[in-house]
């Protein structure tokens, strides 16, 4: 047995292997290797079959893969020269404008990042099988069994080669590894920036094992480029200036037209992607990268001399693979060239966000809003006694007139039930059909502790249903003294809270009279908005264009709604090219709904102690108003 160290600092192994935890990017490195050998065919004049076969064998906490060429082969000693750690066996280490082996550690790399593995080589009917393994006290070595043999049959049989070609084989134990489904392996290929020209090129399968067999095959991977149109190109020429010599490179920069795309990652499709010869070097947007503008643009630059260059020593990779490294000269003068032509293109863009008439959240931001929207409009009721009756209702009523109607169209008997324990009682929902409509469906939510039992359980009731029944009755009854819950029931604009405690001394008897009488209903008109019903203050919120004199939020009054102006220069910063409010910024919507809201609270209650127009009063009532909900607002966005 011919069992050697790797020839190079262990420790620096160790550090970039665990860089390489990861299947994807192990496929890549060995995926391009085969790309590099297909090519080296084809420039000395062979026709090759550019295929490619992986296989993926799953398991619970590890997976079998292996990578399949049918290109050159390598004869024994230089199958065992590859072992050597940083050298460049690729394209470019024979000067030539091509490869991505830019550092000879790729395939080092993607194995004992992943665990162990083998390298089997067909080159003229010889077959060298190298393993490469981690010894007890934690070396990386490998094994060359001293020797190569003849290939048989059976030999190319099982590997799938049947003339010369690679196959490199990864036992996949890492604890570090994620271990993939295989459809989403799939559709991570094939979206890799790294593979799509490479893609385009070859035939790459990916075949599902089970226990050694087939279970199913993928056909062709390749990427599917979204519905687009043309911007600039296809293949611009372009030139840039660097170390005193023109420098040709193309352009193509397209516009996808309703596919979303991904801005980041491996996965990105979004921005430029970046080709010298066979490789992909890069994939960005150069001075416009991370900026607004960009979201639905896409597209390839092409330049000869960064390999070239790369081949020359110059460095244009940064050491980790991580892209083009832009303090290279020859970068940064296709930067510029590159970012001059896109310019007006993603300004474009960028002026169509500024005059934006709609924006939305994602699911999750619009449910923290609405929550925070539930929460102050039970603030403007119960604690202002703030009340929207219908708007056919309020344009009847005098001027200066508290509006409110004879019929309720959401009202709880009481909002307070102080029960005793173990004593069972009603909670009853006073309904007006005609008011609220036929098709009208009650929203109950229940915040219910945990020795609180209610019958029918709380959900959606349509008001149709209720036929004849002006009202919904449920049964509750509570364990011992502490236990509390509330009930919040909406129906389109319309809001009725009540609360439950249940307490030790409370009263075992209560009356509720499920009307008013009309005498104490007047009362109630003269004195005291009805604490539990009306249509809500803040009814909903709405990304609007308001222009640019506007104020970043407004209230509606006749919407009942928060507008957000998306012509706001600090609104926009947050407003992808999709429309999107990006969820980094729910501090701002915080800032400004709970400027709004405390706005309108504070203006209320001004005019209600008759100070209207009063500033040092508003400001006041303002300040108490976000010294006592600011938290709260804030929680809603922070909590969820």
């Known amino acids: 047995m011919a069992v050697n160290a790797i020839p190079v600092d262990q420790r620096v192994i160790d550090i970039d292997s665990r860089r390489f935890a990861s299947i994807e990017k192990a496929l890549v490195e060995l995926i391009t290797n085969a790309d590099d050998s297909y090519a080296r065919l084809e420039r000395a004049g062979v026709a090759p079959t550019g295929r490619m076969r992986v296989q993926y064998e799953r398991h619970r906490h590890g997976a079998l893969l292996t990578v399949a060429d049918q290109a050159e082969g390598l004869p024994f000693d230089k199958a065992c020269a590859i072992l050597s750690y940083g050298g460049a066996h690729s394209l470019l280490a024979q000067g030539m404008a091509g490869g991505r082996g830019y550092f000879g550690r790729g395939l080092k790399q993607a194995i004992f990042g992943l665990g162990s593995g083998w390298l089997e080589t067909i080159h003229d009917g010889r077959l060298a099988r190298i393993e490469l393994f981690r010894g007890e006290d934690g070396a990386y070595l490998y094994d060359d069994g001293g020797h190569d043999r003849e290939a048989t049959d059976a030999d190319r049989e099982r590997l799938g080669i049947p003339a010369n070609g690679t196959r490199v084989a990864i036992v996949v134990d890492s604890p570090q590894a994620s271990i993939s489904q295989f459809g989403a392996l799939v559709h991570a290929l094939a979206n890799n920036i790294y593979l799509r020209d490479v893609l385009a090129r070859r035939h790459v399968e990916v075949v599902h094992l089970k226990d050694g067999i087939e279970v199913e095959r993928s056909g062709r991977v390749q990427f599917e480029e979204p519905p687009s149109i043309v911007l600039l190109g296809p293949e ?63 597209g390839t630059v092409r330049c000869p001399a960064l390999v070239e260059r790369l081949a020359e020593g110059e460095a244009v990779i940064s050491d980790e693979r991580a892209g083009l490294n832009p303090k290279a000269p020859i970068v940064a003068a296709l930067s510029r060239a590159v970012s001059r032509l896109i310019s007006p293109h993603v300004q474009a863009e960028q002026d169509k966000l500024r005059h934006l008439e709609r924006a939305t959240t994602s699911g999750r931001t619009a449910h923290m809003i609405e929550h925070l929207l539930e929460r102050m409009n039970l603030a403007a009721i119960h604690d ?186 600090t609104v926009q910063l947050y407003v992808d090219g999709r429309g999107n409010f990006r969820d980094s910024a729910r501090l701002l919507l915080a800032e400004l709904f709970l400027d709004v809201i405390a706005d309108e609270l504070a203006r209320y209650r001004i005019g209600r102690a008759g100070r209207a127009g009063d500033v040092e009063a508003f400001l006041a009532a303002k300040r108490e108003i976000v010294c006592r909900y600011g938290s709260d607002v804030h929680l809603s966005f922070m909590a969820g």
């Open 384 to 569: 202002f006694g703030i009340v929207h009756p219908p708007a056919a209702v309020a344009t009847q009523a005098a001027p200066g007139a508290a509006a409110a109607t004879e019929s309720v169209p959401l009202r709880f008997t009481t909002p307070f039930y102080y029960r005793k324990p173990d004593h069972g009682f009603h909670v009853r929902l006073l309904v007006d059909p005609q008011q609220l409509g036929a098709d009208a469906v009650l929203s109950v939510d229940a915040t219910l502790s945990a020795g609180l039992d209610i019958e029918p359980p709380p959900g959606p009731i349509a008001v149709a249903a209720l036929g004849g029944e002006r009202q919904v009755t449920w049964s509750v009854r509570g364990a011992a003294p502490g236990e509390r819950g509330e009930l919040v029931v909406r129906a389109g604009g319309y809001i009725a809270w009540c609360e439950i405690v249940i307490a030790e001394h409370a009263s075992g008897h209560a009356h509720h009279p499920t009307t008013l009488h009309a005498a104490a209903a007047g009362h109630a008109r003269r004195h005291h908005a009805p604490r539990d019903h009306g249509e809500a203050m803040f009814s909903g919120y709405a990304f609007r264009y308001l222009g640019k004199e506007a104020d970043r939020a407004v209230y509606s009054p006749e919407e009942r709604r928060i507008l957000i102006n998306t012509a706001a220069p």
């Open 236 to 298: 611009l020429r372009g030139q840039f200036q660097h170390d005193h010599q023109s420098w040709p490179f193309t352009l193509t920069l397209k516009r996808a037209l309703d596919a979303e795309l991904t801005p980041r990652g491996d996965e990105r499709t979004s921005g430029l992607l970046v080709l010298s010869g066979t490789a992909v070097l890069d994939c960005q947007f150069f001075d416009y990268e991370n900026q607004v503008g960009t979201e639905y643009l896409f």
